[in-house]
C-alpha cells in the first residue's frame, strides 16, 4: 500500500497523521526512560500511593467468613449430599450404619463402567468410537489410575450438570434481554474467562474449606461460561420465520422457546456442553489443590517428589479421560446437528433407549457380581501393570546422552532472549505503558476503549504490581510470539495441502483436549524448573489456535474470488498472497487474540514451576490463603487478558470491515 503525501484536496492522509502521532507518542515515552532520574514516579509507582485493595478484599472476605459461615455450611451440606452420592457410587463404596454393624454396598464394577463407556460411544458415534471410548476406560483400569479417575469423574459428573442449567438459564435471559447481556452478562464472562483457574480457589477455599466441595464449586463456576455464551448464540442463530411460524401455530411465549427455538438451537447448545465438559475436567485437576482429590492431586503430588514415572501415568490417565469425554460429546453434538430422532409415542425404555437399558443391565448385573467375584468389584493387580520405570529409565537416558544439547540450548535461550526481554519489559515505565495502550485502543476503537484500555492497565500499577505484571506480559507475550511464529506456518501449509492438513489435524485436536498439567510434566522431565520449561510448555499448549485459525481462515475464502484471481492472469503464488492471505487476515488476528489468551493462562499454571510473575501471586496467595492478595492478582492477569482481547477484537474488525 503506497501512502500519498497529499490528497487531491490538499490534506494529510489519517495513516499518515497517525504516524505522526505514533512517532511523538514514542519518542515521548523515550524520554521518559532516559530521563528516569528525574521522573522516577511515572517509571515505577510510588510505593508509598499503592491502593490498597488487596487488604480491602480480604477484610471483605474475613466478614463474609465470620458473618456468612452459615450460608456457606447450608451450601456445603446441600451439595454434599449428591457429590458424596456420586463418589460413592463411581469411587468409593455406600457405607449404611455405622462401627462394625455398617453395611457396606459395593460401587459400580470397574468392568461394567467399561462396557457402559463403550455402548455409550457405539451410540453415539459407531463401533469405532465405542472401542475408542471403552478403550479409554480400560488403559485407565489396566494401569490402576481406576479409583483416582473415578474420584475425577465423580466431581464432573456432579459440576457438569450444575454448569448446563446453569449456563441455560443465564443465556436465555441475555438473549431475551439486550441491556443485560451487553452491561451485565458480556463483562462477567469476559471476567471470568480470564481470570486465572488458580484465583478461583482461594475464595472457595476460604468460604468452603479444604474440601471436594469446595473444589466442585469452583468447577462449575468456572466452566458456566460457555455454556452461557453457546446458549445466546444458539438463539441468535434461529431464523426468524420459525419463531414466527410458532406464533401463528398459537404457541405462548414459554411454548415457543422450551419446544422450538431451544430444540433448533439443540447442535449451537451441544457444542457448549462439549466445552463446559472439557473446561471442567480442566478445573477438577487444579482443583486437587483444595481437596479434589483424583488424578490431579496424584500428578501433584508426584511433581512435588519429582517422581517423574508415576507423574507421566497419572498424565495419561487424566489424557485418556479427557480424550473419552471430549470424543464422546463432541459426537453427541454432531447426532444432534444431523437430527436424530428416538421413538416416540407408546415405545417402552428398552425400544426408545436400548443401549441404554442394556448399560443400565450390565452395571447392574457386574456390580451384583462383584459381591461374589472381587475381579468384578476391584482391578486385580495381577492384570495391571506400570511404565513408571520405563519413563524415568527414559529421562535419565535422555539426560545422561544430551544433557550438553540440553543445557546449550537451555542457558543460551536465558541469556540471549528471555533476560533482555524480561529487562526489557520490568524496566518500561508505567505511565507510557498506559499512554500507549491508551492511544492504541482509541485508534481503533475510539475514546471509549481508550479509557477502558488505560484504566485497566494503571490498575495494574496502582495496586503495586507492575513489577509482576510485566514479568507475566513478558513470558506470556514471547511464548505467545514463538506459537504463532510455529503455528501460522502450519496453518498456512495445512490450508495448501489437504494430505498435510490430515496429519496435523489429530495431533492438534489432541493437544487441544490434554489439560494443562500434561503439558509441564514432559518438559519439567528435561528442562528443569524455570522460564524455559514456562515457555516451552506454553508454546505446546497455545500453538492449537493459531494453526486452527489460520487453516480455516485460508480454507472458507469464496471460491469465485480465487476462481476470479486465476481468471485475471495471478499465479498460484500471487492468488495466495493478493487475494486468499488479505481475506484470511482477520480469521489469522482472531486466532493469534486466542494463542494469547491460551498462552496467558498457561503461563499462570506454570507458576507451579518456578516462575517469578503474577501466577507466583496467586500461587503464594493459595499457599498462605490470603484472599486479597490472590483475588487482587487474578485480576491484574485478567486485565492483561482483555486488554489483549480488546484491542485485537476491535483490530480484527476494522480489518473485516476494509474487506
Known amino acids: 500500500m503506497t501512502i500519498a503525501a497529499d490528497t487531491p484536496s490538499g490534506r494529510v492522509r489519517p495513516v499518515q497523521k497517525w504516524l505522526a502521532v505514533w512517532a511523538v507518542a514514542l519518542a515521548a515515552v523515550l524520554a521518559l526512560a532516559v530521563f528516569r532520574g528525574h521522573l522516577a514516579w511515572a517509571v515505577n509507582y510510588p510505593a508509598d500511593h499503592v491502593v490498597p485493595i488487596a487488604d480491602w478484599v480480604s477484610a471483605i472476605m474475613t466478614w463474609m467468613k465470620v458473618n456468612l459461615s452459615w ?16 463418589l460413592d457410587l463411581l469411587a468409593k463404596n ?62 464432573i459428573a456432579i459440576a457438569v450438570p450444575f454448569c448446563i442449567l446453569t449456563g441455560l438459564f443465564l443465556g436465555i435471559w441475555a438473549w431475551r434481554r439486550p441491556w443485560a447481556e451487553r452491561l451485565l452478562v458480556a463483562p462477567a464472562l469476559d471476567l471470568m ?92 485437576i487444579i482443583a486437587s489443590m483444595i481437596g479434589a482429590g483424583g488424578l490431579g492431586y496424584d500428578v501433584l503430588l508426584a511433581l512435588r517428589a519429582l517422581k517423574v514415572g508415576e507423574a507421566m501415568e497419572a498424565g495419561l490417565a487424566i489424557v485418556a479421560l479427557a480424550i473419552a ?55 486385580p493387580k495381577a492384570i495391571t501393570f506400570t511404565t513408571a520405570p520405563a519413563w524415568k529409565a527414559a529421562v535419565t537416558w535422555v539426560t545422561i546422552n544430551f544433557f550438553d544439547a540440553i543445557e546449550v540450548f537451555r542457558v543460551t535461550l536465558i541469556l540471549y532472549v528471555l533476560n533482555p526481554v524480561r529487562a526489557f519489559c520490568e524496566g518500561f515505565p508505567w505511565l507510557g505503558a498506559v499512554f500507549l495502550l491508551g492511544l492504541a485502543g482509541y485508534q481503533l476503537a475510539g475514546a471509549r476503549l481508550a479509557i477502558l484500555i488505560a484504566a485497566l492497565t494503571a490498575f495494574c500499577a496502582v495496586t503495586g504490581l507492575w513489577e509482576k505484571t510485566m514479568a507475566t506480559v513478558y513470558l506470556c507475550g514471547i511464548s505467545a510470539f514463538v506459537a504463532c511464529l510455529i503455528g501460522i506456518p502450519l496453518g498456512l501449509m495445512a490450508s495448501r495441502s489437504d494430505r498435510f492438513e490430515k496429519i496435523i489435524t489429530p495431533i492438534i485436536d489432541t493437544l487441544q483436549v490434554l489439560p494443562s498439567f500434561c503439558f509441564i510434566i514432559p518438559v519439567v522431565m528435561l528442562f528443569r524448573v524455570g522460564d524455559v520449561t514456562a515457555m516451552i510448555a506454553t508454546v505446546a499448549f497455545a500453538v492449537v489456535p493459531a494453526i486452527r485459525y489460520t487453516n480455516h481462515g485460508i480454507r472458507q475464502v469464496p471460491p469465485g474470488l480465487i476462481e476470479a484471481a486465476v481468471v485475471s492472469g495471478c499465479t498460484r503464488r500471487q492468488t495466495f498472497w493478493k487475494v486468499q492471505l488479505p481475506l484470511a487476515l482477520p480469521e489469522i488476528m482472531l486466532g493469534i487474540n486466542q494463542t494469547i489468551l491460551m498462552a496467558l493462562a498457561m503461563i499462570i499454571i506454570c507458576a507451579m514451576i518456578g516462575t517469578r510473575d ?46
Not at 450460608?71 to 456420586?86: C, E, H, K, Q
Not at 447426532?335 to 443391565?361: M, S
Open 614 to 659: 503474577l501466577g507466583q501471586e496467586v500461587f503464594i496467595a493459595l499457599s498462605k490463603a490470603d484472599s486479597g492478595r490472590g483475588i487482587v492478582a487474578g485480576l491484574a492477569i485478567a486485565f492483561i487478558g482483555i486488554i489483549a482481547d480488546r484491542l485485537f477484537s476491535a483490530w480484527s474488525a476494522r480489518a473485516r470491515a476494509k474487506l
Open 71 to 86: 450460608f456457606t455450611r447450608s451450601i456445603t451440606t446441600i451439595l454434599g449430599v449428591p457429590l458424596d452420592f456420586a
Open 325 to 379: 469425554l471430549d470424543r464422546l460429546s463432541q459426537a453427541m453434538a454432531r447426532r444432534q446437528a444431523l437430527g436424530h430422532v428416538h421413538v416416540e409415542g407408546d415405545a417402552g425404555l428398552l425400544q426408545r433407549y436400548p443401549r441404554l437399558a442394556l448399560a443400565i443391565a450390565v452395571l447392574a448385573a457386574t456390580t451384583l457380581a462383584g459381591l461374589f467375584i472381587p475381579a468384578f468389584a476391584e482391578v
Open 94 to 155: 455406600f457405607k449404611i450404619g455405622h462401627g462394625l454393624e455398617a453395611t457396606v454396598l459395593p460401587r459400580l464394577s470397574w468392568v461394567g463402567v467399561v462396557i457402559a463407556a463403550f455402548l455409550a460411544g457405539h451410540a453415539a458415534g459407531g463401533r469405532r468410537l465405542g472401542y475408542l471410548v471403552g478403550g479409554c476406560f480400560l488403559y485407565i483400569a489396566l494401569f490402576g489410575q481406576w479409583t483416582s479417575a473415578m474420584l475425577t469423574l465423580a466431581l
Open 193 to 284: 474467562q480470564t481470570i486465572p483457574t488458580f484465583a478461583y480457589l482461594i475464595p472457595m477455599l476460604l468460604l468452603f474449606g479444604n474440601s471436594p466441595v469446595s473444589a466442585m464449586i469452583a468447577t462449575a463456576i468456572f466452566a458456566t461460561p460457555p455454556m452461557v455464551r453457546a446458549t445466546m448464540l444458539g438463539l441468535s442463530r434461529v431464523p426468524v420465520e420459525i419463531g414466527e411460524f410458532s406464533e401463528m401455530a398459537g404457541c405462548t411465549a414459554r411454548q415457543k422457546l422450551w419446544r422450538v427455538l431451544l430444540p433448533s438451537a439443540r447442535p449451537t447448545l451441544m457444542v457448549g456442553v462439549n466445552q463446559v465438559i472439557m473446561l471442567a475436567l480442566n478445573m477438577v
